[in-house]
């Protein structure tokens, strides 16, 4: 049988859009057209055997592809040892630097959706790279990581065949692999999605073939649980949460959860052996370009995601709702929800079925352009805080909750004040430190002395509260929300505590009653039905609860960046400078080491606040972290010592403190 030329398949495919007839189900949310057609390559699931076929998978084999080493540190400005032509070479790093943790992350970069060659996509990767320093995330390359993803999946056998069922659908899909793809409102998601269906559809397992399911606008957290109730065998969701519009990610999801860091890094060479395949044609794979997401099925799963949200809401409220508003336990609760246009807009509507007044709600329609008043949604930025605040002042609310892009960080305003006639004023935000504090008072209750993880940066009043006042044990591991979230399953998995809320200073928070999934809606979820229950009550502000909590007027973040752009230089200040600093302990009074500080090198000071120096693992980057009962104090004990030791370093940027 002969093989097909590239040329003929893409006319092909154009063919198949020509002769679409818009079956199948349309999307709530999508304006585009969606496109269906047979899957125009085929994998074999236990080789690397390409073949080539416009509507069959029994076409002959070409010659068996190479299987491509990662290797980060390949410099694209030559041929290697390996032959590869530097144009490829460019190629292949920049699928390598995507990876952002257990995330893919990178400027989109938009190239034509047909014609052009694969040079055009190194010489557009290299150019973003030369002059902003950033990772390129391109369709292409988004093509290539759906093609990773189901091989990886297919080869890990993490994913076992549903006996013809998924999600209530008797043998709807049959034996088949199901990926279902989310993304958030940005512009380029949707040529993402495209990109990464089309790649993942054109692997084939020998028994088990794989379909994408497109479910369009959705949160991240929303995705696990639409892999958690069996409706689909693995998730992606296309989303750069709080990072500027112009940036864009991916984030992945098994039947075990979210994939970690070397799950990604086992991605990266099935991703970088198919670029080298189209490199070798010399061609771009086929896309729709703004037109739509070509795919097996258009679903829409987020009804039954607000349904589960539902159900947790009426039992968080519980015995404090009446027999005559169980169905309503929210009636007479007037909140405002601020998803700042993004994935988030859909808890409003889950509140307002539940009888809450979100009549004062803002920014509810997802627009990729985000608002002007603060840019992309994040809770923590204080633009979207003081918004939010003047929305709830503006219907006198008893809560703001804030989203971030995807709804997987949470964050809330609450009057401080509640006068006789029910006014409410002296709105705060209730984020960070105070966020973990509240919480914690849930699960004191709930489940008392469970265990709290968190990051390394919180505070040292926050770590008196947990343990002094609710007699909790709090346990600070290193930043990044995917650390802290396997350090808690780790600890209660193997016995070592009962890990009940892994939850960071940016917001991120995952529980263990809701399968550590990182939630933002759930957060929410525990928030409002504390409020609720209070509210029953007639007790006051939620914040009354977190009273004892020792907070100190000054509070600063630093950064400070090697001007060479080089990890080595960092890497190498930050010891110099970690050497010095536990020296300056050893020789002051005011000055005390943490010893069981796990990341950078975090001090207290004898007033009661703290310092720390961490260097960040993808960037040329020392964060720096301080908190102090007065400016005074901090210029004095830390700010100064500090800036006297990192101008030492010709290689440093360290105007943050000077400035300060």
Not at 279 to 307: A, H, Q, R, W
């Amino acid at each position: 049988m002969a093989i097909l030329h590239p040329t003929a398949a893409a006319f092909l495919f154009l063919s198949a859009i020509i002769g679409h007839d818009g079956a199948g189900t349309a999307s709530g949310f999508t304006a585009a057209p969606v496109l269906v057609q047979e899957v125009y390559t085929h994998r074999t699931k236990y080789s690397n055997t390409l073949l080539r076929a416009s509507s069959s998978p029994k076409e002959a084999p070409t010659t068996p592809t190479k299987q491509v080493d990662f290797n980060p540190s390949f410099n694209p400005t030559d041929i290697d040892s390996l032959n590869t032509p530097p144009n490829l070479q460019t190629i292949l790093t920049s699928l390598s630097e995507l990876k952002s943790g257990s995330d893919l992350r990178g400027t989109y970069a938009h190239h034509k959706s047909s014609g052009g060659t694969i040079a055009n996509i190194s010489h557009l990767v290299r150019n973003l790279k030369e002059t902003t320093g950033a990772a390129a995330l391109t369709p292409f390359s988004a093509h290539c990581f759906g093609v990773a993803f189901a091989r990886w999946l297919l080869l890990t056998n993490e994913n076992a065949v549903h006996e013809n069922t998924h999600g209530g659908r008797p043998g709807k899909h049959g034996n088949a692999l199901t990926i279902c793809i989310g993304r958030d409102p940005r512009v380029h998601g949707e040529r993402l999605a495209d990109a990464f269906a089309r790649g993942a559809e054109s692997v084939d397992g020998e028994t088990m073939p794989v379909k994408v399911l497109y479910t369009d606008l959705a949160s991240t957290p929303s995705m696990y649980e639409f892999v958690r109730a069996d409706k689909c065998d693995a998730a992606v969701m296309i989303s750069a949460s709080h990072l500027p519009e112009e940036k864009n990610g991916l984030k992945f999801f098994s039947k075990n959860g979210g994939l970690s860091g070397s799950n990604i890094d086992e991605l990266i060479p099935f991703a970088q052996e198919e670029a080298r395949h189209w490199y070798d044609m010399g061609i771009l794979p086929p896309s729709s370009g703004n037109t739509g997401v070509l795919c097996s099925e258009i679903v829409d799963f987020l009804p039954s995601y607000k349904e589960t949200l539902k159900k947790s809401i009426i039992r968080e409220v519980g015995s404090a709702s009446s027999s005559s508003s169980i169905a309503k336990p929210l009636s007479n609760i007037n909140i405002v929800v601020n998803p700042g246009n993004g994935a988030g807009f859909f808890f409003d509507d889950v509140l307002r079925d539940l009888g809450a007044n979100v009549a004062g709600s803002i920014h509810l329609t997802p627009d990729g352009k985000f608002p002007d008043t603060f840019g992309v949604p994040n809770p923590e930025k204080q633009e979207m805080v003081d918004e939010t605040i003047r929305a709830c002042e503006a219907c006198n609310a008893d809560i703001g909750v804030m989203f971030d892009t995807d709804a997987d960080r949470a964050g809330f305003v609450l009057p401080r004040v509640i006068d006789k006639n029910g006014e409410r004023s002296n709105y705060e935000p209730l984020h960070k430190n105070r966020l973990i504090a509240l919480l914690s008072v849930i699960f004191s209750t709930s489940v008392p002395g469970c265990t709290i993880v968190t990051d390394s940066t919180t505070s040292e009043g926050l770590n008196l509260f947990l343990e002094q006042n609710l007699g909790l044990r709090h346990f600070r591991f290193v930043r990044g929300y995917a650390n802290v979230i396997g350090k808690a399953k780790e600890l209660t998995e193997s016995g070592q505590a009962n890990a009940e809320v892994a939850i960071e200073i940016s917001g991120h928070c995952a529980m263990k009653e809701n399968g550590y999934v990182d939630d933002g809606t759930y957060t929410a979820v525990k928030i409002i039905g504390l409020l609720a229950r209070s509210a029953a009550s007639g007790k006051g502000s939620l914040l009354d609860l977190i009273s004892d909590l020792h907070e100190l007027p000054y509070e600063k973040e630093f950064r400070l960046t090697a001007t060479d752009g080089s990890l080595e230089t960092t890497t190498s200040i930050f010891k110099q400078a970690s050497h010095s600093i536990k020296e300056m302990c050893k020789s002051s009074d005011d000055l005390s080491l943490d010893e069981d500080n796990l990341e950078g090198v975090r001090v207290r000071l004898s007033s009661g606040g703290m310092f720390m120096i961490r260097q960040s693992l993808h960037d040329p980057v020392i964060s720096m972290q301080a908190e102090s009962i007065s400016k005074e104090e901090a210029d004095e004990k830390v700010v100064k010592p500090l800036l006297s030791l990192f101008s030492k370093h010709e290689l440093l940027d360290y105007s943050a403190l000077e400035r300060e």
